[in-house]
């Protein structure tokens, strides 16, 4: 049990490590850990910003306001990564701006399973060739803690 959350906290590591990697891919998994990891972190910090609010109200927006320029920082760059593993082009994150419709289309984008064929941002993060040409799947955790 503690091995896999020591695994996917390093996943969450290489994420936030990789805010500069507008270029390459990264598998289903990867984004959803972080979103998981994200929305945890986002239900802790309201619970300590409403209690610093009842005193400290700037202070409290100020925590707030730094989270969630944190959160875009590192969800950007990830996000792209993401649509780079299903063979979208980088503009396509402005999908999300559209409201309601635009976050709809990048969640089923983002839920799409990673394309088997290398595409210009590199080979495929899940599926490896074995000597014979043939593609296998590698294990999602396994592969991200390298």
């Known amino acids: 049990m503690m091995k896999n959350v020591v695994k996917y906290l390093n996943v969450i ?9 507008y270029k390459t ?10 979103y998981l ?4 972190a986002s239900f802790i910090i309201a619970i300590i910003v409403g209690f610093i609010m009842e005193f400290v109200p700037v202070l409290g927006e100020i925590i707030l306001s730094l989270f969630l ?7 950007l760059p990830l996000g792209i990564r993401r649509l780079h593993d299903i063979g979208k082009n980088t ?7 559209i ?11 983002f839920c799409k399973d990673s ?18 040409n043939e593609l296998i799947e590698e294990s999602p955790i396994e592969n991200e803690v390298n």
């Open 91 to 97: 503009w396509y994150i402005l999908i999300g701006l």
């Open 115 to 132: 394309s088997k064929e290398s595409n210009k941002w590199g080979d495929s993060p899940k599926y490896k060739e074995k000597p014979n």
């Open 25 to 34: 891919r990264s598998r289903r998994n990867e984004y959803f850990y972080w």
């Open 99 to 109: 409201p309601i419709v635009g976050q709809i289309i990048l969640l089923v984008f």
């Open 69 to 75: 320029a944190f959160l875009f920082i590192v969800s």
């Open 13 to 21: 590591k290489k994420d936030i490590c990789n805010l500069t990697d």
């Open 37 to 40: 990891i994200a929305v945890l």
